[in-house]
């Protein structure tokens, strides 16, 4: 037991055996004072502590974070048979033992009921107050934890979406230098154009290379210059086909998505004017597709790992879809989605602070309430119980009010630890996860 613990229960149990001490008692001696006070601290050690210890135990063995419906109804039965053994052992301590009010066989002939079951109200008052300070507790520390985990995942996911920009930049530049040196050798006169288209292609690259979606107007645009440059290198090896729809120019793509699969293309297949690469840009279903008749190279040099990997990875941290590749003895084919919406931030996939925090609130809100009305029935219904044996022990209405309002309390904990929203979502979140295994499978 916490040192903390220690001293409230050593305050209570004092200031409980000096109210029955100066209220209770008809002879004040020094001997019945010692024995109020030994028999306090049994019953709030025994009742405190062995609540405390059943908490402290199943918080370890099955905390409120990991399985809060499996935890709400093990503490349920749990402190319902504890109390119930421990109240009928303080009892008989105090009656039989201490008190010596009654024999043994008199205490269990059910003369003492009413108070055992009195006694066993006000400890499961005590132990339903333990449960819902461990139960708040727990989610502070699993709200606060979970803030963190949120912040380490957006800062992550930034931090790798930005990695992934930055290597566009050099590799534009690298891949563009190596085109105009050929053609240097080739034909200057061409390159001196493909500096000049080059340069006012730069700087898309460069306007666009921070941004984490572009327009699908603005990328066929970009994709059609750059297709020029490649013709200027390339003239009639290579034919460039654009069907895209109207309606998605302003729907939403990775930038230059297009430019590295166009690399791509080029870089992984052959390309003469005898058999030319024909390359196909168009819109399907909700996808931007770059289509090429496969004409693979026999010896390449190693890749880079650059440009189809960097727009899969791109796509994953800022959408659920799937980057898509088909290939065939005939062609070879890459979908990437096209967004209706842009997100929020790059890490759409998890949920925002503000989300968290709205959905713990209200799940805060839930359980408070819960618990304030199993208070309630725990303190009022004893109450009841008496008035009712008080002022008419023959008619037993108690009987009423304790069971409607216990169905109510029991329908109240389903509720909330059980077909709830919380349990709608796990529902949907497996679906989803299955959904996405399925789609993997088919890539």
């Known amino acids: 037991?916490?040192?903390?613990?220690?001293?409230?229960?050593?305050?209570?149990?004092?200031?409980?055996?000096?109210?029955?001490?100066?209220?209770?008692?008809?002879?004040?001696?020094?001997?019945?004072?010692?024995?109020t006070v030994l028999?306090?601290?049994?019953?709030?050690?025994?009742?405190?502590?062995?609540?405390?210890?059943?908490?402290?135990?199943?918080?370890?063995?099955?905390?409120?974070?990991?399985?809060?419906?499996?935890?709400?109804a093990i503490s349920i039965v749990s402190i319902l048979i504890a109390n119930i053994i421990l109240v009928y052992f303080c009892n008989y301590m105090n009656f039989v033992v201490f008190q010596k009010a009654v024999s043994t066989q008199e205490y269990f002939s059910g003369r003492y009921n009413f108070v055992n079951w009195f006694t066993i109200n006000v400890a499961l008052l005590i132990s339903a107050f333990l449960h819902a300070k461990g139960f708040m507790e727990e989610l502070k520390k699993t709200s606060r934890k979970e803030v963190v985990e949120q912040k380490l995942i957006a800062k992550s996911a930034n931090a790798q979406f930005e990695s992934l920009k930055n290597q566009l930049d050099p590799h534009f530049l690298f891949n563009s230098l190596n085109v105009l040196s050929a053609l240097i050798d080739e034909n200057p006169?061409?390159?001196?154009?493909?500096?000049?288209?080059?340069?006012?292609?730069?700087?898309?690259?460069?306007?666009?290379?921070?941004?984490?979606?572009?327009?699908?107007?603005?990328?066929?645009?970009?994709?059609?210059?750059?297709c020029d440059l490649l013709k200027t290198r390339f003239?009639?090896?290579?034919?460039?086909?654009?069907?895209?729809?109207?309606e998605d120019d302003r729907r939403y793509v990775v930038p230059l998505s297009l430019q590295l699969?166009?690399?791509?293309?080029?870089?992984?297949?052959?390309?003469?004017?005898?058999?030319?690469?024909?390359?196909?840009?168009?819109?399907d279903n909700d996808t931007l597709c770059i289509e090429n008749n496969l004409q693979a190279r026999e010896q390449m040099k190693e890749s880079a790992g650059i440009g189809l990997a960097n727009?899969?990875?791109r796509y994953a941290l800022l959408t659920k879809k799937n980057v898509f590749i088909e290939k065939s003895e005939d062609y070879f084919k890459v979908k990437v989605p096209i967004l209706a919406n842009k997100p929020n931030n790059t890490s759409v996939t998890t949920e925002s602070e503000d989300e968290s925090y709205e959905?713990?609130?209200?799940?805060?809100?839930?359980?408070?309430?819960f618990y304030a009305n199993l208070i309630s029935y725990c303190t009022i219904i004893p109450f009841l119980i008496i008035i009712n044996l008080?002022?008419?022990?023959?008619?037993?209405?108690?009987y009423f009010p304790m069971l409607g309002w216990g169905v109510g309390v029991a329908s109240h904990a389903f509720q909330v630890f059980g077909v709830s929203e919380s349990w709608k979502e796990k529902k949907i979140r497996e679906i989803m996860d299955k959904q996405k295994k399925r789609n993997n499978g088919n890539i």
């Not at 601290?41 to 809060?68: H, R």
């Not at 493909?194 to 292609?201: G, P």
């Not at 791509?264 to 024909?278: D, E, M, Q, Y």
């Not at 008080?390 to 108690?398: D, E, H, I, M, V």
């Open 1 to 35: 037991m916490k040192r903390k613990n220690f001293i409230i229960l050593l305050w209570v149990s004092l200031a409980t055996s000096l109210f029955f001490f100066l209220f209770f008692t008809d002879e004040k001696n020094f001997e019945n004072f010692m024995l």
């Open 39 to 72: 028999i306090s601290f049994m019953y709030s050690f025994i009742l405190g502590a062995g609540n405390g210890i059943i908490n402290d135990f199943l918080n370890k063995k099955f905390p409120w974070s990991e399985a809060s419906t499996k935890r709400a």
């Open 189 to 226: 006169n061409q390159a001196q154009k493909f500096t000049a288209s080059m340069s006012k292609i730069y700087r898309y690259v460069l306007e666009q290379k921070d941004k984490e979606l572009v327009t699908v107007e603005d990328e066929i645009e970009f994709a059609k210059t750059y």
């Open 235 to 246: 003239e009639d090896s290579v034919d460039f086909i654009f069907e895209v729809n109207k």
């Open 261 to 283: 699969l166009l690399e791509n293309c080029i870089k992984h297949n052959f390309a003469t004017s005898s058999r030319p690469l024909v390359i196909k840009i168009f819109s």
């Open 311 to 313: 727009i899969v990875q």
């Open 359 to 369: 959905k713990a609130r209200k799940r805060v809100k839930e359980l408070k309430s």
């Open 390 to 398: 008080l002022t008419s022990p023959k008619n037993l209405w108690f």
